[in-house]
C-alpha cells in the first residue's frame, strides 16, 4: 500500500534536509530521496561554507548549528589587490560578535542527518525506489547537475567562467587568527584574463587553530598542473602566491577541482508534465549557482528553503501545496534576490579577471577607495552578514 506525503524533497545535500526538518515543524509528511551517491565514509571532504547570521539562524532553529571546532567565527576579513590595492573588514568596527562562520561540511551533515533520523514525519528512500505519486509537491535540491531538472526539461541557462576552483585544507605554521583572506592577482607576465586569478584561505578547527581551507580560482590549465604537484610543491606554490602570510603550509587533505559557472533555471516552479493535479519547485543549486568570490552560495540555498518554507506556512487555510499561484510567491521573492546576487558576483568576477589595463589600476583603486567610505563600508558590510 502506497505511503501518503504531503510532498517529496529529491536531493538529501544541505539544503533538502534543512527544508525537511523545516516542513516538518509545520507537520508536513515529507519523502526525503536521496538521488545521487552518498560521501564514502573517511571520504576526505575539503568542502567549507561561510554563512551568515540568517543562516545560523535557521540551521539553529532545525537544531543543527554545529559546534566546538566544527565552527569558526570569522572575526577579520583582509582583501588584497594585484597593484597594492587593499580592504579590510572587522566584526569589532561593526558592533558584531562575527562577520560570518565558517563551517566544515561534514559536521554540518552529520547534525542534519541525525536530526532528520529522529524525525517521524520524514521518511528517506534511496533512489527511485520511494513511492510519492500522491505527494501533490515535489521540491528538487539535488545542486547544480539535477537529474530531475533536466527531466522536467527545465532550462538552465549557464555561463561559464574561464576559471576551475582549486580546493584543498592546509595546516600553516601561523594560526590564522580567524581572519579570511582573499587575493586579486595576476601574474607578472600576464597580458590577458587568463593568467587572473582569486586566492582565498579561510579559517577553520577553531579560533586558536593553523588549519585554513583553500578555494583558488585560476586557469583551467593551471587547476590541472595545480593538481599534478606533489603535496610538497602545491603547499609551497601556494605559501609563495599568497606571500608566505602564514608562513610554511603543509598539504593535510585531498584536492578538489570544478568548473565556475552563473546559471539560473527557468522556470523555478510548474506542473509536472502530464500531471496537472501535481507540481515542481527548484531550491538551492538545482534553481541557481554563482561564484564562489563572495562565499554566498550556501546562504543563498538556505534563503530559498526558509522563504519556501515561510510561503508553505502562510498560505490561506484553503489553498493546496501544489497551488500555483502560491508556489509563484516563492518564485518572485527568491529570484530578485537570486538576481541581484548573481549581478554582483558577475561583474565582480569580470572586474578581476581581467589581468593588466585598464581593469588592474581600477580595481586596485576601488579597493582603497572603498576602504575609506567609512558610511557606505559598513552598509555594504552589515547588508552581506545578514
Not at 587568527?177 to 584574463?193: D, H, L, N
Not at 539560473?264 to 493535479?277: I, K
Amino acid at each position: 500500500m502506497a505511503q501518503h506525503f504531503d510532498l517529496a524533497i529529491r536531493g538529501c545535500g544541505i539544503v533538502g534536509r534543512t527544508l525537511a526538518l523545516l516542513l516538518a515543524q509545520q507537520r508536513l509528511r515529507v519523502a526525503l530521496i536521496q538521488t545521487s551517491a552518498p560521501v564514502t565514509p573517511g571520504h576526505s571532504d575539503v568542502r567549507a561554507y561561510s554563512l551568515n547570521s540568517a543562516a545560523r539562524d535557521l540551521l539553529t532553529s532545525v537544531r543543527c548549528w554545529p559546534e566546538g571546532t566544527a565552527v569558526t567565527p570569522v572575526l577579520q576579513m583582509q582583501v588584497w589587490g594585484d597593484q597594492g590595492g587593499e580592504l579590510n573588514f572587522s566584526a569589532r568596527e561593526h558592533g558584531v560578535d562575527a562577520l560570518n562562520w565558517m563551517v566544515d561540511v561534514p559536521a554540518l551533515e552529520a547534525q542534519l542527518a541525525s536530526a532528520v533520523g529522529f524525525q517521524a514525519l520524514i521518511t528517506e528512500f534511496n533512489g527511485d525506489t520511494a513511492d510519492t505519486e500522491t505527494a501533490p509537491l515535489t521540491v528538487i535540491c539535488e545542486g547544480r547537475a539535477s537529474r530531475t531538472r533536466a527531466e522536467l526539461g527545465v532550462n538552465f541557462d549557464v555561463k561559464t567562467y574561464a576559471q576551475h576552483a582549486v580546493a584543498a585544507r592546509l595546516r600553516c605554521a601561523l594560526p590564522h587568527g580567524q581572519t579570511a583572506r582573499q587575493w586579486f592577482r595576476s601574474e607578472a607576465s600576464a597580458t590577458t584574463s587568463d593568467h587572473a586569478e582569486i586566492l582565498a584561505l579561510l579559517p577553520m578547527g577553531g579560533a586558536d587553530s593553523h588549519d585554513v581551507a583553500l578555494v583558488w580560482s585560476v586557469p583551467p590549465a593551471k587547476a590541472q598542473s595545480l593538481l599534478a604537484l606533489e603535496g610538497s610543491d602545491f603547499a609551497q606554490a601556494l605559501a609563495q602566491a599568497c606571500q608566505h602570510s602564514l608562513g610554511d603550509m603543509a598539504l593535510i587533505s585531498e584536492r578538489a577541482v570544478w568548473p565556475l559557472q552563473l546559471a539560473q533555471a527557468s522556470p523555478w516552479v510548474g506542473t509536472l508534465p502530464g500531471q496537472p493535479q501535481r507540481s515542481f519547485a527548484l531550491a538551492g543549486d538545482a534553481a541557481h549557482t554563482i561564484h564562489p568570490l563572495a562565499g554566498q552560495g550556501l546562504n543563498v540555498g538556505l534563503a530559498d528553503v526558509a522563504e519556501l518554507a515561510r510561503v508553505l506556512a502562510a498560505r490561506e487555510f484553503w489553498r493546496p501545496l501544489n497551488d500555483m499561484k502560491l508556489l509563484r510567491r516563492y518564485a518572485r521573492a527568491r529570484q530578485a534576490d537570486v538576481q541581484s546576487m548573481a549581478w554582483v558576483t558577475d561583474h565582480l568576477q569580470t572586474l578581476f579577471a581581467h589581468a593588466g589595463a585598464p581593469w588592474q589600476p581600477l580595481r586596485n583603486w576601488g579597493l582603497n577607495t572603498f576602504n575609506h567610505l567609512g558610511p557606505i563600508k559598513r552598509w555594504a558590510t552589515r547588508n552581506a552578514m545578514r
